[in-house]
């Protein structure tokens, strides 16, 4: 390569089987949560009120798994590419999968079962990986200048990151040493750090690179960007002491702040959308509106919370609608997207085009995800919100039903990889 | 009537060469040239992309080719008026610059932000309805842009790592 020059694409790509087990990983553990919410069935989530069990393992496998596996799969891959340099050390890319997704499965295991020891190793396994991720994004970001936007959006949720971790940490060994007064605010504290805070920002800074992309939209104005995390910043900070200090007055002008950040995020989005070349827009973006609009919802339950609505039910609601609502449904829409894309840019080799995205895809697998994932939520709102069980069943099953097809459908991606390939070797022979 | 004086000459030659972009060095040349003044600029290539933001400055350029890598351009500081119809350069509405050579169309996406150049090279492709050639100037390797190109029937046929840019190729696939 010239000197002076960018890294070259393959320079930039990670090795496919990388950024690919990060999302296997993460495609594997929201089944697990699904599979382990139905086993635990309707009466564990109308009892919820926290604590070690298997509502607490799922979460975790949804929160920890499902969306910080694909936050980190997403990040290695995504950010040398979006700052046009590779990655220094690809192989604590290696060390990072080795720490955290079996630490992952040690805390959700030590969730569901009475087993401390293995829940801190699981925690301290994951804290440590996620300590490793931070300093690789951190030591990537200094080498680079330009995307402001992405580098705020990024530093916000690095931040967010070390209290959550700090928080999270405190909360396990709570469990056993009883330090907090009121463990349920340190939670919804540690909950809102990582929801809105970690994975709140990693998808705020990669919707303004990715949404774009996707639907062939003009870029996101810097101004906006910068807006959505200078209102994001107080309202992480004003939410989290005030959960912390037990102000709802504070807590509730930070979901106050917190709107208005998404307000301006999504308005910026649904600008890029409205004027975009793709004239349809493909299956995924269901997912993309839904999530949208669980955010608002969000925010909005947060704000009650804080006004004194009492928290049962709209504590569990509110973490229905951040968790499985918004970050799930945005992480599973982009997963969509971006497996067969993936997929596709390695399948060029010797000059060869690559196969088409299209080619790779299961449409049916995730209509059908769609469909289940959305009549999961549902069901399971009006379950809580009415206190009747069989909603909750209904809405538990619809979850593991959507979980099974989005496995087929990850599934597929790498089979009809290989058939393509297979058939490519033959027509060469022939 | 008699040329104008050159008031300044310059030879990005030897920064290309070492993969220095001399953008800033000949913006920083031509800020120095007084009205009427000439700036004679040597080069491996047509920098038409140059000459369109020099044009901005008030300078009109004439481009002449002396070898088969290397080029004089003039640019005269006369406020370039009617220089956008003298031009063979136009501006694409997301800044992006496109114009037509013997080997095809070309499109200088370089410097802006993504998705922009993803957008503006597959809005031409689509225009051409699978007929002819594009030639892209670009910042940077496209990592996403070979799937796009499938999905519409073209694709990269040549990447060409040129001084200070990465030149891609863009054809219909021949199925």
Sequence with gaps: ?430 | MSDPPVSSLLDVRPLLARGIDPYETVMAAAAAVPSGGVLRLDVPFNPVPLRRALAREGFSSHAQRQAVDFWQVTFLRDGAEGWEQRTEAEILPEGAMQWQEEDGFHLDVRRLPPPEPLRVILRLVEALNGVGRVVVHHDRDPVFLAPELAERGWAIVRVDQAMAEIRLCLEPERR
């Design chain 1, 1 to 430: 390569m010239l000197p002076g020059l960018p890294a070259s694409a393959a320079d930039r790509l990670l090795p496919p089987h990388l950024p690919g087990r990060f999302f296997a990983a993460a495609v594997l553990f929201h089944l697990a949560a699904w599979l382990l919410l139905l086993g635990a069935g309707p009466d564990a989530l109308l009892g919820f009120t926290g604590g070690p069990g298997p509502v607490a393992a799922a979460l975790h496998l949804l929160t920890l798994g499902t969306l910080g596996m694909s936050a980190l799969g997403a990040a290695l891959q995504m950010l040398p590419v979006v700052t046009n340099r590779a990655l220094a050390h690809p192989t604590a890319a290696r060390w990072l999968f080795v720490l955290y997704a079996p630490g992952v499965a040690l805390l959700g295991l030590g969730l569901t079962r009475p087993l401390p020891g293995v829940r801190m190793m699981g925690g301290a396994m994951t804290g440590l990986g996620l300590a490793l991720f931070a300093a690789m994004v951190i030591h990537h970001l200094l080498q680079v200048s330009g995307m402001q936007a992405l580098r705020r959006h990024l530093a916000l949720a690095l931040a967010a990151l070390v209290g959550l971790v700090l928080l999270g940490l405190g909360l396990l060994a709570d469990f056993s040493a009883g330090w907090f007064d009121n463990h349920r605010a340190v939670a919804a504290a540690h909950a809102v750090l990582a929801g809105y805070g970690f994975m709140g920002m990693l998808a705020f800074g990669f919707s303004t690179v990715l949404i774009p992309m996707f639907v062939l939209g003009p870029a996101i104005p810097e101004t906006a960007a910068r807006r959505s995390v200078w209102l994001a910043a107080p309202a992480l900070g004003c939410g989290v002491i005030g959960l912390l200090g037990g102000s709802g007055a504070l807590t509730a002008i930070g979901a106050l702040f917190g709107l208005a950040a998404v307000v301006v995020h999504l308005l910026a989005l649904a600008g890029s959308v409205r004027r975009r070349m793709r004239r349809r827009l493909e299956p995924f973006f269901r997912l993309v509106w839904l999530s949208w609009a669980m955010l608002l919802l969000s925010l909005v339950l947060g704000l009650a919370l804080a006004l004194g609505a009492p928290a049962d039910p709209w504590a569990v609601l509110w973490g229905l609608a951040l968790v499985p609502g918004w970050l799930l449904s945005f992480v599973l829409a982009i997963l969509q997207r971006i497996l067969p894309f993936l997929a596709a840019m390695h399948s060029a080799t010797d000059g060869r085009p690559p196969v088409l995205p299209s080619r790779l895809e299961t449409p049916w697998a995730t209509t059908l995800h769609s469909i289940a994932h959305a009549s999961a939520l549902a069901l399971i709102t009006a379950g809580l919100l009415a206190g009747l069980v069989w909603p909750l069943w209904l809405g538990l099953a619809a979850g593991a039903i959507g979980a099974v097809a989005f496995t087929l459908y990850a599934a597929g991606v790498p089979w009809r990889l290989s058939r393509f390939r297979a058939a490519l070797a033959a027509s060469a022979q022939g």
